[in-house]
């Protein structure tokens, strides 16, 4: 019988991630075993030539089945209805293109490294985060769907490994972030770096909206291995945290440490820079990748990209709770 799939592992130029070759069109077959090769990866797969899945969308829907039991319905999220794809409402549309019209991230300052690279690190490189970390339980994993890319060298996206990062930390560091958890908080609160630091008066939040408490080391459910589990400044509640226990705001103590810990998570051994083709999907692990959009120029270029998230096993330090991010009603019902 002919397998599945093949898989080639490391992704070029990374320490981490595979390549998955489909021996047919999904439509056809659905390939059993995808959820173990992101395991034994490290938490990242692409799988190229999908173009399928542009003309039946429906079809990344059956994908992303595959890695767990829910996927999410943005109907239901508050999401703007210019954000959730017109038939599969479990697609999530990022794109320049109107309605969505949601424009790139700034080119870095400056917008290449020393000897001409891409910056990859922080903080040259900002924008790091790792999907729905304000909430609890946050989600497993995201699929992301190149429906019209632009060109090579721009838009990338960049992935860089918890596991592997959290393996690479001197003692001190590793002892001191072991118990320590981090205040993350849904962005356009009022509560980044960047508008605390600017003066701007965080808005109240309701209960569904307040910052989550999150490890900063989170062991995987399913492989055991532990994690960096952290985002740089747009996730994080400058207000209150980042992290519990330590000084508050974007120049006190905890600010110090975040920006040496995530400093370390994005050093480039430790990164993936994925150029998209038209019709990759790539299939990323929240609970252990953190990842950052990269410019492009909206003006001249149009860029298309639908994403899923799925959830289901987020480990079992949340294990029974409600959804944190669900108002009162919707949660008792949970």
Known sequence: MTPPFEIASPLPG?????????????????PDGLPEALAQAGGLLLI??????????ELLLRLSHLFGPEVED??????????????????????????????????????????GRLPVQYPQRKGWHTDQSYRRPPPDISLFYAVMPVARERGQTLFAS???????????????VERLEGLHVQPGAGRSRDAVL????PRPLAAHER???QPVVRTHPVTGKRALYLCESGQMDWVDGPFVGLEPGPRGAGAVLLDALMTHFTRPEFVYVHEWTEGDVLVWDNRCLVHAATWYDADKE??????????????????GEKRSWLPERERAAD
């Open 74 to 115: 943005y109907r239901h999220t508050l999401t703007g209805r210019q954000f959730v794809h017109p038939t599969v409402p479990e697609i999530y549309i990022v794109s320049n293109v109107p309605p969505a019209h949601r424009a790139p991230p700034k080119q870095p300052d400056p917008p290449l490294t020393a000897d």
């Open 302 to 319: 149009q860029r298309l990209m639908w994403r899923t998230t799925v959830r289901g096993n987020p480990g079992a330090l949340y294990a």
């Open 198 to 201: 600017a003066g701007e008066t």
């Open 48 to 57: 190229p030539r999908l173009g399928e899945i542009a003309d039946s969308p």
């Open 14 to 30: 990374a320490a981490f991630g595979a390549t998955v070759q489909l021996a047919k069109p999904i439509a056809q077959q659905l």
């Open 211 to 213: 910052a989550q408490r």
């Open 162 to 176: 918890g596991t592997l990062a959290y393996e690479a930390l001197p003692a001190d560091l590793k002892a001191r």
